[in-house]
């Protein structure tokens, strides 16, 4: 009975999840460029799609840009959440919880001009090297906030014993902490890229010429409407992911046996 | 604390990206457009009851939408926690794969599907129920924000509740708690952390979100986002955009002090 | 943990081929080739045309492209963009040449600008014609449903009306609500006199509960799947709404309304004003036009092409308006001192209940 009330939950949340998602992968095959009507089916979108130099430029920016400010963010986020909760006073760490907090809390045009500002003035040109800061800048707050409730759930003088028994601070953080804190930063790793991928306000202020992720191209065509090679990206995206996802299981699985 | 290699590395990160950032907002903010010379009109103008009224409807939509993705989302993040290693891994990532989709693409989806003629209302007359209108009012914002955000609320609980201290569960059922109690007194509490920080990473982006309302909400009124991206941009200025989220990030953050008493754990010090 | 690891070394190798990619189509446009910084609307281009451009020309084009006149502003202004040519609209025109970031089009150089039709030069955002050549142009009008509106439909007025109450669309932009108000209520929409305003901000208020959403793009797609039975469009879209819906008709009241320009532009500081004016003239030859101007759907300023077209999109009024109809319409002037008084008037539209 409790398992069939856990996989019924599980289909609902699931299902209220891929419900959009779905509807997104039907309007790829529609032959009308418009959302409300179905003038049949087509696979003319995914042929347009492979020609289109823009889209796949973008696609190739967005996954760089994504998978690198992830994986620096979650690097340093992880640091910053492990100063936070070990080498801060006090005081010093509610200050610094807060600042962490202004990110999140600053609307993303906010956040975007202010950066972009930042960049201008300080010279640096506005292009990869500034998109992908900026979303380091975003990200790292987000990996702070997931790590932080594992290290609050870790058992500090593990780490204060290691180092009494002579251990380097880079040992112990690797050899007793980190393995107890991995399931935070996975979930922040898997957030930064999230937020990386669909961030447009401020990707557009901090990129340059040239540089362009998807969310810029598709944010872009919200005036003359979102062209379905778009939805067609989408739908191969996601198959993709989703076969990625199922293969690495099924090799997990093979292994087992 | 002597060992603190890692603290001013953060410090002087915080300080390059997030405080001179916030200095330039806040000098915007307290100062007139024109001139350039200090004023406090900008904040004057902000604390209007009109944009007060905004800011209220933000924070109890967003506020509502949080509670939303808690009540959602902690049984899922409880289910993960409980299924097999493989299971799991595999639910994680389902839950977060949606939205690798564009958030506008997703938004527009569910416009599709919850107008007058839509997915939804053939679905409900298909079961014999009367059809729902709830496209561009609060519940489709509400819709919207539990759809967006609640990912954020479900990992960080499930990552706390994971590798939980599973001798605490079984002390209280040996001392005959029912699961109920032992919920209620043990696992909850032991998740808290999790919970305050999903709390945040929907509460917070859900005050300021302004492209849900605009497209869900039908643009029948204005959210702090909405106001703020318009005073930045169709208006055009950006002094009284800063003064507003200023504004707004000072009444969060002092509100916040409020919740963090009931942050009995205490050494999160989460607020200040 | 395996398996998690492996999907995540899975992504960085994607994400650093990405990176390598995308880092070698950097490298290999740093060679002496002429090059073009082309600032537009998102899909406002046939890229057929950008194609064929290089290839006569050899100029390689960096095209990048905004969501609104304003966000455009903002990246042109500030200097954190080393645009070449952009697309703006008129009254951004006027903003930005304003503030001194247009560079003057020395026309010798763009011979097909003698194509330009007569009624779309010496507009107010330029008056003597050194700055801008239109690229395309349209109005502001009502797009109604003919099955649910069986009455003509020629005054704003019919959007007060209780009969349509929750089937009407606005648009949600300040600027372009407000201006059709005032044009109903026989005011410039251009206005920045506060009694004006505040009339017409009643009216909007007034209004309020008879609309049902205030959209911007969305409301094409609603129109067309018959969810509204009126509502504020610019003309492209309406002739993108009728085409896939055949109930769907186009008026422009009797009052008069928007009429507006997006235009190509020099940016001041310009590193390649040759190129941009040859992609100028280019972009302008007949032809080229014509073919721009099918893909886009919109209207184009070189009677040339208009006469090239179907007849039944010459005969459109949502494409090509007789003059009769534009006798009252207005453009936009920039209003930048003026905002404040407009945003306030739509706030309290916004907030009222």
């Known amino acids: ?186 979930t922040g790793a898997l957030f930064a890229f ?29 005036r003359r409407g979102i062209h379905p090679t778009i939805n067609a990206l989408s739908t191969l995206l996601f198959l993709t992911v989703l076969a990625l996802l199922i293969a690495v299981n099924m090799k997990r699985g093979e292994r087992k046996k | 604390m002597g060992r603190r290699f890692l603290a001013y590395p953060y410090h002087l990160w915080t300080a390059l990206f997030t405080v001179i950032p916030l200095a330039l907002i806040v000098y915007f903010a307290f100062t007139d457009r024109y001139t350039a010379a200090f004023t406090l009109d900008n904040l004057r103008q902000a604390a209007q009851p009109v944009y007060l009224g905004v800011l ?18 902690y049984p899922m993040a409880m289910i993960l926690a409980k299924s097999g290693v493989r299971y799991r ?149 950006w002094n009284f955009g800063s003064a507003l989220s200023v504004l707004m990030m000072v009444l969060i953050l002092l509100s916040m002090v409020g919740l963090s008493r009931y942050d009995k754990d205490g050494s999160g010090g989460y607020f200040l | 943990m395996n398996g998690m690891r492996k999907a995540f070394v899975l992504l960085l190798l994607c994400g650093v081929l990405a990176a390598l990619l995308a880092g070698c189509g950097g490298g290999g446009q740093k060679s002496a080739k002429r090059e073009l910084k082309v600032y537009n609307w998102g899909d406002y281009i046939d890229p057929e045309i950008l194609k064929s451009f290089e290839k006569e020309t050899g100029i390689h084009v960096i095209y990048d492209t905004f969501a609104t006149n304003e966000d455009m502003y903002v990246k042109v202004k500030s200097g954190g963009s080393d645009y070449d040519v952009a697309i703006p609209s008129d009254y951004m025109i006027s903003r930005l040449l304003r503030d001194g970031l247009l560079e003057k089009i020395d026309f010798s150089k763009v011979p097909n600008y003698s194509k330009i039709g007569a009624k779309y030069k010496n507009l107010d955002f330029d008056p ?115 085409e896939k819906n055949k109930d769907i008709a186009y008026a422009i009241p009797k009052e008069g309304t928007n009429l507006w320009f997006d235009s190509m532009v020099i940016l001041k500081g310009t590193k390649h004003k040759a190129e941009a004016e040859e992609f100028i003239n280019y972009m302008t030859r007949p032809d080229v036009a014509k073919k721009n101007v099918e893909y886009i759907g919109y209207a184009s300023p070189i009677p040339e092409v208009e006469s090239k077209l179907p007849e039944d999109v010459r005969k459109n009024i949502a494409a090509y308006p007789d003059a009769e109809l534009l006798k009252n319409a207005e453009v936009f002037n920039d209003l930048t001192e003026n905002m404040p008084k407009y945003d306030k008037v739509w706030t309290e539209v916004k907030v009222a209940q």
């Open chain 3, 128 to 242: 003597k014609n050194e700055y801008s050549v239109p690229y395309m142009w349209g109005t502001v009008g009502i797009a109604y449903n003919k099955k649910m509106v069986t009455e003509p439909v020629d005054s704003w007025g019919i959007l007060w009306d209780a009969k349509y109450a929750k089937q009407i669309f606005m648009l949600d932009s300040p600027r372009d609500s407000i201006g059709i108000t005032l044009k109903y209520l026989g005011y410039s929409l251009n206005t920045g006199n506060e009694v004006e305003l505040a009339v017409a901000g009643k009216k909007l208020v007034e209004q309020k509960p008879l609309v049902l959403a205030y959209l911007v793009d969305e409301a094409k797609d609603k129109m067309i799947a018959g969810e509204g039975a009126l509502a504020v469009v610019w003309s492209g879209d309406a002739m993108f709404m009728m």
């Open chain 1, 1 to 186: 009975m409790m398992r069939f009330l856990r996989h019924s939950y599980t289909a609902i949340i699931l299902g209220f999840l891929y419900l959009p998602i779905f509807i997104l992968i039907v309007f790829s095959f529609n032959a009308s460029k418009s959302r409300a009507v179905w003038e049949g089916f087509t696979l003319r979108w995914y042929e347009e799609l492979l020609e289109s130099e823009a889209i796949l430029d973008a696609l190739s920016y967005t996954l760089s840009v994504a998978v690198i400010s992830s994986l620096v963010a979650t690097v340093i986020g992880t640091l910053a959440a492990f100063a936070i909760y070990r080498e801060m006073r006090p005081f010093e760490r509610k200050l610094s919880m807060n600042l962490t907090y202004v990110p999140l809390l600053n609307p993303d045009i906010v956040t975007g001009i202010s950066l972009m500002l930042l960049f201008i003035f300080v010279g640096m040109k506005l292009g990869f090297a500034s998109l992908l800061l900026s979303h380091v800048i975003f990200n790292v707050p987000y990996v702070i906030l997931t790590v932080l409730p594992k290290l609050r759930q870790f058992d500090r003088n593990l780490y204060d014993a290691a180092l009494d028994l002579g251990a380097s601070p880079a040992y112990a953080f690797r050899r007793i902490v980190l393995p107890e804190i991995l399931p935070g930063i996975l």
């Open chain 2, 89 to 237: 891994r595999m639910l994680a990532m389902l839950i977060v794969v949606p939205m690798w989709m564009n958030f506008l693409l997703r938004t527009y989806a569910w416009m599709t599907l919850l107008e007058k003629n839509g997915a939804v209302n053939a679905l409900l007359a298909f079961l014999g129920l009367p059809p729902i209108h709830i496209l561009y009012t609060d519940y489709a914002v509400l819709l919207g924000m539990v759809y967006n955000f609640l990912p954020f609320m479900i990992l960080p609980i499930y990552s706390v509740l994971m590798k939980m201290d599973k001798s605490l569960l079984e002390a209280a059922e040996d001392l005959g708690a029912d699961a109920w109690t032992s919920f209620r007194r043990v696992t909850f509490p032991l998740s808290l952390p999790g919970v305050y920080a999903g709390t945040i990473m929907v509460f917070m982006p859900a005050v300021t979100t302004f492209v849900i309302s605009r497209l869900l909400g039908g643009g029948q009124y204005m959210l702090a986002g909405n106001v703020i991206e318009q005073q930045f941009l169709a208006i055009g200025n």
């Open chain 1, 194 to 222: 999230t937020l990386s991928v669909d961030d447009f306000v401020i990707s557009f202020f901090t990129t340059g010429s040239g540089v362009n992720n998807l969310s810029i191209l598709i944010y872009s065509m919200a």
């Open chain 2, 56 to 73: 209220w409807h933000s924070v109890w939509l967003a506020g509502v939408s949080t509670f939303l993705c808690l009540l959602a989302g």
